[in-house]
Structures are given as structure tokens and as C-alpha cells.
């Protein structure tokens, strides 16, 4: 497992855009227009700043995969976490999509621990290296290191084929949202 630079951003956020395509839970906050791609390689810069900055950001030894982890106590306000919340409101998520994006936060924000944990916001391998094991050496590896530091980890999906992935790492399934889709909360202690 490689720790990702500011260098490595466009690898990343390339990785993150071709991954999450699809996925209901991205699509539900994204904008849906013809600019969705676009309004999608925002989400994913803003997510892959975010953590370098609060966080780390993983790539697989062959760059094909990368982890996206939050430390949600560490995380500050400055200019730049403002200006990049901005970016994210006007370009990804639109004006519409708004209240529903801050309604379903708060509603995940809730079903978090009070104590410090690790947040693996996204982990997410390049649609043509899928289903070779390189997401799960990778998220092997994230959890030592997380292991390593001594705190949970927390995450959500809305992918009902990962659920037994997650499983197969001890993660335990701990709630669930209806929001048009289900989406599946995780922790590995």
C-alpha cells in the first residue's frame, strides 16, 4: 500500500469517478444532468482533499485501487475545507439536491460513535482490475494500519454485493437508512 500526494490526485480521483459511477448513494446527492461526470470528478477531488488534509489517502502497490479514510475528530474548518464546501454545494450537488444531502449527513452523522474512529469514506478499485483482489489486499492493509492505531472504523454502503465483502473483513452490518435505497451501516471495532 502506497500513502498518496497531492501528485497522485488525478490517479485517484480518475479511480473514484470510474468506480462510483453507478452507485445509488453518489448518484442520490449528484445533480443528474449531462454535466454528472463533471458534477462527480468534484465529489471525488473535494473527497480526496478532504483527506489528504483530515486523513489519508491509500493507493494499491499498483495503482489501480485507492482507500479514502476521515478522521471525523481531526477535521477543521479553515478557508480551504470553506472553499472547497462551496465547490461541492455549487458544482456537485446543485441547489435542489441541497437540503437532501445535509438531511442524509445529519442522518449519518447520528448513527456515529461519539469516541475518535477512522472513517473509510470511499475504497474503490478501477472498473477493469475489479474482482482480481486488489481492493482486498488494500482494504487488508487499511485495517492494519487502522488496527495499528487503535480505533474503530466505520463506513456506509449502499452496494448490497459488497455487504459479504465487508462481512468477510469483520465489519458487522449495525443499521440501516431508507433514503429510495438502502444504505448499510458498518464498524469493526
Request: net charge positive; glycine share 4%; hydrophobic share 40%.
Amino acid at each position: 500500500m502506497i500513502t498518496a500526494t497531492i501528485e497522485d490526485e488525478s490517479i485517484v480521483v480518475d479511480i473514484l469517478t470510474s468506480s462510483f459511477e453507478t452507485n445509488q448513494s453518489v448518484n442520490y446527492i449528484i445533480k443528474q444532468d449531462i454535466h454528472k461526470k463533471k458534477r462527480l470528478r468534484v465529489l471525488m477531488e473535494y473527497s480526496f482533499y478532504l483527506c489528504l488534509r483530515f486523513g489519508k489517502v491509500f493507493l494499491s502497490e499498483n495503482k489501480k485501487a485507492c482507500a479514502l479514510i476521515l478522521y471525523p475528530d481531526k477535521q477543521k474548518t479553515t478557508f480551504t475545507s470553506i472553499f472547497w464546501d462551496v465547490k461541492l454545494a455549487l458544482v456537485s450537488i446543485g441547489r435542489r439536491n441541497l437540503i437532501k444531502a445535509l438531511k442524509r449527513e445529519s442522518q449519518i452523522k447520528k448513527r456515529h460513535p461519539a469516541v475518535p474512529f477512522v472513517y473509510l469514506w470511499f475504497i474503490g478499485v478501477t472498473p477493469e482490475e475489479q474482482h482480481k483482489g486488489i481492493g482486498s489486499q488494500l482494504l487488508q492493509d487499511v485495517l492494519e494500519y487502522t488496527d495499528a492505531l487503535k480505533r474503530g472504523v466505520y463506513l456506509e454502503t449502499s452496494t448490497v454485493i459488497n455487504l459479504p465483502w465487508y462481512e468477510k473483513f469483520g465489519f458487522q452490518n449495525y443499521d440501516e437508512l431508507d433514503l429510495g435505497y438502502r444504505l448499510f451501516f458498518f464498524k469493526r471495532a
